[in-house]
């Protein structure tokens, strides 16, 4: 296989990456109607952590103490931001539950500033500003009132962006399917030993052939396939086109919510979310993209100019 067609093999993955996730909204406001979210959180995490311990068993070997103190604390941030997104789900639509979880990639330069000390530049800046604006069309209502919901959404994203901060702290000389493990099984302790607490006893009486489906479908395909798709495709994707790939997950959640769940998006919505796309692909991207594309056509203009001005001199 060529390297171009690797490339391309690995965006088919990414973009299919962003397709999984964002269908996993839909399957979550349906699951919520008869599953408590943190059960569901507790049976997601749990079956991830099997799979991943089954396809990748030679790996656990490396851990150690020293690992399981690394990948406890951002595991625990993980728990809180899934929880906060899922119950968030129950009183919003999983539309925009999709849109507003994203924003989490506007806010880690400004955390990796507060917490590493590296100062955000002047894209990420401006997209936190852009982002202001597309969050306030979409969840605002019309007496600027915000559904309690979206709040918990947001909360997400904050939670999704400090875990991100730590993982970059830790990744650089551990093995990141490792960190992966640990941080869920983590996630996956925390929610077994808070749900009892907040939602009793555990729901046998809802699991039919749907909701094991469903189950199956968060835990190994949202969680485990996508993780993997996404980790081969970053190795033949530049950064830039894999945030901007990944970030269509919002896009599909909003896509796949109005066709399975009838939900309507009305005119500022659609505004709000196209402003906040701009916002994500701003902040992860900085349009390289775009100066490739531009720089490459320049360079295609100065060669065709250069070859033009020798076969006139030749002629001559």
Known sequence: MTKKTKSVAAGFGLLLTAMIWGFAFVVVKNSLNT??????LAIRFSIAVLGLCLVFHKKLKQINLELIKMGAIPGAILFLGFMTQTIGCQYTTAGKNAFLTAVYVVMVPFFNFMINRQKPDKFSVAAGFVAIVGIGLISLNGNLSINVGDVLTLICGVFFAIHIVFIERYITDNDPIVLVIIQMATAGLLSWLT???????????????????SMLYLSIFSTMVAYLLQTIGQKYTPAPITALLLS?????????????????????????????????????????????VVGSCGKKHALSSEQGTSQKKRSK
Do not use: H, Q
Request: with cysteine; hydrophobic share 65%.
């Open 195 to 213: 749900a009892p607490v907040f939602e009793g006893s555990f729901p046998v009486e809802v699991f039919d052939l749907k909701m094991v489906a």
């Open 35 to 40: 599953m408590p979210p943190i059960y569901m």
């Open 248 to 292: 269509m997950e919002a896009v599909f959640g909003v896509v796949f919510s109005a066709i399975f769940l009838k939900e309507i998006i009305t005119i500022k919505m659609f505004f709000g979310c196209a402003i906040l796309l701009f916002a994500i692909v701003m902040a992860e991207t900085k349009f390289d993209f775009i100066r490739r």
